[in-house]
């Protein structure tokens, strides 16, 4: 979904752009509270491995097709703000080498990929695991309804700045109706992958996924072994 | 349990062979928004990419065949990616109890 150069005017690009700056400056902060000395390198290997699943597109159908965008599973393993930040690496590091979503974009694509993707991702995730049993494998359903939910968003949030900033002169509501119906698509996709890579993550060290820590707080408390923590 | 060092070259392992060897097999067909862009019309007003003539765009190696500039644009990508992102998780994380206090801003 990366936005290339050209598609919205200036005035909105700059918009998106303050927007991503404030956010990532936001993040900065929150992140804090997120990382401590033992999860900080998660932030590196996170972003490594959403730039890689990225470059991996998996055809949806009629010579189309999409890749993850990363947002809620960035958001389910290190937390919504240094998930921000994870994105923003990407982003950046995508646009600057590898020509890959626009410069002037660049604010766009964050607020999209990044803040929308990521926090109607985090949003999802803190949602269904209330409504879920209190165990650390109910984050996999968690995250991949946020995946899936979080990319036809993204598109919409698109569509909403086009229908803002648009250069093209194109009817929006055809540009509504084909970004949300490609992008649901996509989103299952996007499903499929978060589920797979959290729940092989829960599976062999669920301390190590944020949204899952709240869960496991509460496992320990009830078992009343000292060992149970080696 | 494996051993959270041994967990996080996993992952580091994992990233490296998605993007390096994995990505060769990605579908090439435009992603969701570049085929709505095509179809509506949205893409007319697409202007040419600042870095389009640097070494890397395109996830490629200019010189190189699709297959190997593929890969080790991926590597390159991932290695630049985890870079920044560490750098930005010791910038960020709480400071163990034990360190000197620094200037919190």
Known sequence: MHVPDGFLDAPT????????????????????RELDERTAPLAGL??????????????????????????????????????VLVMSVVLLVQALLFADGGLTALGTNITL?????????????????ALLPRRTSSVVPAAALGAAISVPVAAAAFTA???????????????????????????????????LVISSVVATRPDLVYAARPLLADRSLEIRTPEAVA | MIRTRTFYVVLLVAALLVAGVLSYYASTS????????????????????????????????????????????GVVGVLVCLGL?????????????????SSDS
């Open chain 1, 46 to 83: 996170v972003a490594a491995f959403v730039f890689a699943t990225q470059m991996v597109n998996f055809p949806v159908g009629a010579g189309t097709s999409g890749h993850l965008l990363g947002g809620a599973l960035a958001a389910a393993l290190v937390g919504p703000w240094t998930g």
């Open chain 1, 161 to 195: 700045l086009f229908a803002v900033g648009g250069v093209a002169d194109v009817p929006l509501g055809a540009v509504l109706t084909a970004m949300i119906g490609w992008h649901t698509l996509i989103g299952l996709g996007e499903a499929v992958i978060t589920a």
């Open chain 2, 30 to 73: 435009p992603d969701g928004l570049m085929h709505v862009a095509d179809t509506t019309g949205i893409a007319s007003s697409q202007k040419t990419h600042a870095t389009d003539g640097s070494p890397l765009a395109g996830y490629g190696v200019s010189g190189l065949d699709h297959r190997l500039g593929k890969g080790i644009a």
């Open chain 1, 113 to 129: 990929m990044g803040l929308v993707g990521v926090g109607v991702g985090w949003a999802v995730i803190v949602l269904v695991r």
């Open chain 2, 85 to 101: 992102g560490l750098g930005l998780g010791r910038l960020v994380r709480r400071p163990a109890a034990t360190d000197a206090p």
């Open chain 1, 13 to 32: 690009s700059l918009a998106t752009g303050t927007v991503a700056v404030v956010g990532v400056g936001l993040a900065l902060r929150g992140a804090r």
